[in-house]
């Protein structure tokens, strides 16, 4: 009996020992990681909701954040913050001007000492600095200054994109009611401006006429979900390649002629294409048959 007790003793001394090698081992092997150059720790990168004397949390936008029209604003208050359930919130440009107004409106019983949540939204013109501070103030009908109370939040501005306008061009029975078959229309989009204006211009034209669009008797006749593989312009040339989808259950040499009309109308718009080579899958040949 003595012998069983002793050998289980060393038993779990040798498990012990073997443990704690193993632990040792490990936290060298952590600290080596760490003094290597070249290698640093991810930092922390949650950013905690900003608050103010216990009164008021803010857990939308959090500080620092960017933000756009319409802002969405939502956080917690105690009763003592609002008046008639409500309160004011101003945004302000980083040169203090004021740009947008909204009032917050609680989501709950707000005649309580506890917190209550709120939302509010402001639409505002984009602002031209790139930072700014959101104010919410205090609800203080009594106009007395010792009951004034704000917490003020920095947000940053998403920056501008700049925007041009581009023209797509589709099939309208009321503009040809002949029926044509290639005499498309065209229709203004606004897209970011960008230098591959050419294939951003046949994104639109894939996308397809809008609502309004088709309220003026404007219609496509290009499949949905085509794919543009590649688009290449040189010397007035333009060649686009599309996938199989651009032919997938056409029929009939009228629908091919305005296919090919909506696409070569949409990209001669630029200055830089006169002619356009319309391939699939790299084949030219054989291609959109009736």
Not at 117 to 145: C, H, M, R, W, Y
Not at 191 to 203: D, F, M, Y
Not at 273 to 281: A, G, K, L, R, Y
Request: with cysteine.
């Amino acid at each position: 009996m003595k012998k069983t007790i002793i050998l289980l003793i060393l038993v779990l001394a040798v498990i012990a020992g073997l443990f704690a090698l193993v632990s040792k081992y490990q936290a060298k092997l952590a600290d080596r990681k760490a003094e290597e150059p070249g290698i640093s720790q991810p930092a922390e990168q949650n950013i905690a909701p900003i608050s103010k004397d216990d009164l008021i949390i803010l857990n939308n936008p959090l500080p620092n954040q960017n933000v756009t029209s319409p802002l969405l604003i939502e956080g917690r208050a105690r009763g003592s913050w609002y008046f008639e359930a409500s309160f004011p919130i101003n945004l302000y440009d980083e040169n203090n001007n004021l740009i947008g107004q909204a009032v917050a409106r609680a989501q709950g019983d707000w005649m309580t000492g506890n917190y209550v949540p709120f939302k509010a939204e402001i639409n505002f013109n984009q602002a031209t600095s790139s930072q700014g501070t959101i104010v919410l103030k205090k609800d203080n009908p009594s106009g007395l200054p010792e009951y004034d109370n704000e917490l003020i939040v920095p947000i940053k501005f998403m920056p501008i994109l700049e925007k041009t306008k581009i023209k797509v061009f589709f099939s309208n029975s009321r503009l040809d009611p002949e029926i044509s078959c290639d005499r498309v229309f065209s229709v203004e989009r606004e897209v970011v401006k960008t230098s591959a204006i050419a294939r951003a211009a046949l994104t639109e034209l894939l996308a397809g006429p809008t609502a309004s669009d088709q309220d003026g008797d404007f219609s496509t006749s290009l499949n949905p979900d085509i794919k543009i593989q590649s688009l290449n312009i040189k010397n007035g040339v333009a060649t686009v390649d599309f996938d199989k989808q651009l032919e997938s259950q056409i029929g009939g040499s009228c629908k091919v002629a305005a296919i090919r009309a909506q696409i070569t109308e949409t990209l001669k718009q630029f200055p830089t294409v006169n002619t356009v080579i319309i391939s699939i899958d790299g084949r030219t040949e054989d291609i959109l048959q009736p």
